[in-house]
């Protein structure tokens, strides 16, 4: 047997990497709360979260086992009860025999969920770490503040918070057929929803409009909200749409899709894997199996 990801969600909520997925087994904390004592360790290389034990039964290490973390390793909280510290590894290190690194977005990494979405939020993490070191304003080195994520600008005083960044993803209907789209990179056939992030000023509803508009030509209305899913590659939150064709000659925008088209429910693309939102509100709005 091995760890695997659930093939039907109930909820968006339910979703990898949204904390529902944690089933109460960690509870975030702030850097500074760290209570001392042993504990477990939260290790990611990359977007790979380093795990022991059999595939059927990872766990996070008990210990760096002569691992030398990047920088200084950072609490994050408490799993099961017991502390759960962060340390960033070199992709060159070496691991121990019975350790296993494992890709966070593969399309069905062998993990089970709440790992997962523990790597998740460890990268999440990190990404934060990077990006706050220095102050946006006037480029100080930034300070903590006490009992929270957050860091405080000694020369100017400003406050900075972990920067999450809302994207939209909309499932387009017209009569029995879909839009879907589909990014050079992607693999071959593969289609998904066509998604973007919002711009200054504008409301989640006005970006779906927005991003249908230029990424395919077509006008959307009845713009309805599905559910949200955290995606901390490196820190988004995809927040789900439907919507209906209203107008429009379908038109792809070549520099940033390779394609779209309207396809029929009876003859769908490969579609994305079943733990991102985009399969879904497929599966959901199209009742897919
Ligand atoms: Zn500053």
Redesign the pocket.
Known sequence: MIAALPNHYLSPNDLPFNSSCLDGRFQLQSPDADPGGDGVWLILSGNRLLVTGKTSTPALPQELAGLKPVAAPLFVGLWEQRPCRLARISPEAGLPDTWRAVNLIDQNPLLPIDLLTLGGTGRMVLHWEDSSRH?G??G?VMQRLPGEWGKA?P??G?HHFPRIHPCVIVLVKHQDKVLLARKPEWAPNRYSLVAGFLEFGESLEEAVVREVAEETGVQVTNIRYLGSQCWPFPSQVMTGFTADYASGELVVQESELEDAQWFSVDDLPKLPPKRSIARFILDKVLELP
């Open positions: 102050c304003s006037c100080a600008c020369s100017c400003s």
